[in-house]
């Protein structure tokens, strides 16, 4: 069984007759050391179709009953789905643009206007990306705390401060209210406080008069002018903040670090394929921090995650790979390590115009050592870089959860855009968000759009793509035969057009036709 995170679901994963690969292990409590033993499935007899480098859809899971959530708590999740047994990155491409999103071999698409908490495709234009103040310092606190293996006398004064400050709060709470208006700060305060502030603001404005006589004493008067004009916190590229060695190498550790850092910092970018010997030479590594990402962050029980599940959900891609202007396109592991070990894991598919982001786990007593380290937006911050350097123009960072506040994080790596859940077309995540504050559901159509958004040609149900007992087919020439079927036709719905000519559906016996059991079977 695997846990689809996030929306309650648990599905027959690998193992299952549709599936072409199935797990076992034993565990070896004493030493905590996990054996996996890959079986390949056995092809169906006679099976000339479809192509092996087809996508190929097993089985669909569009029932429609609540399950739990993972954002707000509830019991009001809503999703259809899929599981598919192969799928080119081409129509995975395709899929994420129409709000799809997979979980190991299982695609699933958010109902949108009815689950509890609704679920927005987000991408960000990796090209025009400019890290933001905040994420800046999670660059330097992460370079630091390599650097110097402990706190930077910068990070003991923050350090310092935030402890004085947490002191003082209750009485600080008293004392002041202060608000931000159009960038400025307005104050609702005592008069102590007032004259406080007043001071810090002369003090700045001293050392400003300072500075600016320093430039006319020196003879660059003709330089104030100018020099005053330019903002203080100009934007800076991401090539400014972290190495430029984020480059597409795959099996090679690619150094992050200075050579008197404290510690050694890599990247290493591996294939998720559990036939590759160079990703199976890490995953025993890799599943500890998995387990230990999960029961420490999450509270997960340890019998619930597994090394099956870990393999079903972040190691077995139905993506077949292929090459493309000297790019690999597929699923991968970017290894973070530390002195040789794995201290956190981004996985992500590499796709022909996105890098998208699937899952991110790492180890929380390592990061945790150092001061507010953030390996959500660093391991970010990173994707983002991989994005540029493989000339991809999007980065896909999976869902913007407006209604769950952990999850705005997301909408700060700007610029970005929404999918609109109806019109198919992409907007700004800046205008978006009144209309996100209004409702938590909104298909954005008075809203202008960034791209073109996609065709919607007629809708022929009559041509999509089956295989029934080993045999192509289309649904009108199935239907010819005297079959019919509602689970079909409302698969063609959610997949649209273009993608029901392009995959095949596994239909037949296990389907039913016109079989009573389909349902419960599917």
């Known amino acids: 069984l695997t846990h689809l995170p996030g929306s309650g679901k648990i599905c027959a994963g690998p193992g299952s007759s549709h599936c072409p690969v199935i797990y076992s292990h034993i565990t070896d409590k004493e030493n905590i050391t996990v ?6 499935a056995q092809p169906p007899t006679k099976m000339s179709t479809p ?21 707000c708590g509830g019991q009001g999740s809503l999703s259809q789905g899929m599981w598919v047994e192969r799928l080119t990155v081409s129509d995975y491409q395709a899929l994420l643009d129409r709000g799809w999103r997979r979980s190991g071999r299982y695609v ?36 630091n705390f390599v650097k110097n293996g402990t706190k930077s006398k910068e990070d003991e004064v923050a350090t310092a401060k935030t402890t004085k400050n947490e002191v003082n709060k209750p009485l600080k709470r008293k004392e002041k209210e202060l608000t931000e208006e159009n960038g400025k700060e307005t104050s609702n305060v005592e008069p102590s406080q007032f004259k ?50 984020n480059f597409f190498a795959l099996n090679q550790k690619i150094l992050q670090s200075e050579t008197d850092s404290a510690h050694k910092f890599e990247l290493r970018l591996v294939k998720a394929d559990l036939t590759d010997k160079h990703f199976m030479r890490s995953f025993h590594a890799s599943y500890r921090v998995y387990r230990q990402y999960q029961t420490v962050v999450h509270n997960d029980k340890p019998q619930d995650c597994g090394i099956q599940t870990f393999a079903g959900f972040l190691c077995d891609s139905p993506l077949i790979y292929e090459t493309k202007e000297n790019k690999v396109l597929g699923a991968f592991h970017q290894q973070y390590l530390v002195d040789g070990l794995i201290v956190a894991v981004g996985v992500v598919d590499i796709l022909p115009h996105s890098l998208s982001s699937v899952y991110l786990y790492y180890d929380p007593v390592w990061w945790g050592k150092g001061p507010n380290l953030s390996p959500g937006t660093y391991t970010a911050i990173r994707e983002v870089q991989l994005t540029q350097q493989l000339d991809l123009p999007f980065y896909y960072m999976g869902f913007y959860i ?53 065709a919607l040609p007629s809708m022929e149900v009559g041509r999509v793509r089956l295989c029934v ?18 689970e079909v036709e409302q698969y063609h719905a959610l997949v649209g057009q273009h993608l029901a000519e392009s995959l095949v559906l596994r239909w037949g016996e296990s389907n039913g036709e016109n079989d009573s059991d389909s349902e419960e079977d599917n």
């Open 35 to 40: 054996h996996l033993t890959l079986h390949t």
């Open 51 to 71: 192509d092996p480098l087809q996508s190929t859809i097993s089985s669909l899971d569009l029932s429609i009953s609540p399950t739990h959530c993972g954002y």
């Open 108 to 143: 699933y698409k958010p109902c949108m206007s009815l689950t509890c908490c609704p679920l927005y495709t987000i991408r960000c234009k990796a090209g025009e990306y400019q890290p933001t103040k905040s994420q800046r310092k999670v660059v330097k606190r992460v370079q």
């Open 196 to 245: 406080r502030v007043e001071g810090q603001r002369k003090a700045k404005t001293l050392r400003r008069e300072k500075y600016l006589e320093k430039l006319i004493k020196s003879g660059k008067e003709e330089e104030l002018e100018g020099e005053a004009a330019v903002p203080k916190n100009k934007p800076k590229h991401i090539s400014a903040l972290i190495p430029d060695k």
């Open 402 to 454: 407006h209604s769950c506040p952990k999850m705005r994080y997301k909408g700060r790596f700007l610029p970005s855009d929404l999918l609109s859940p109806t019109l198919l077309s992409w907007h700004s995540i800046e205008h978006c968000l009144p209309q996100l504050e209004a409702a938590k559901y909104s298909t954005f159509a008075d809203i202008p759009v960034t791209g073109p958004a996609i």
């Open 469 to 486: 007992r080993d045999r192509l087919t289309s649904y009108e020439e199935w239907k010819g035969e005297g079959a019919h079927s509602e």
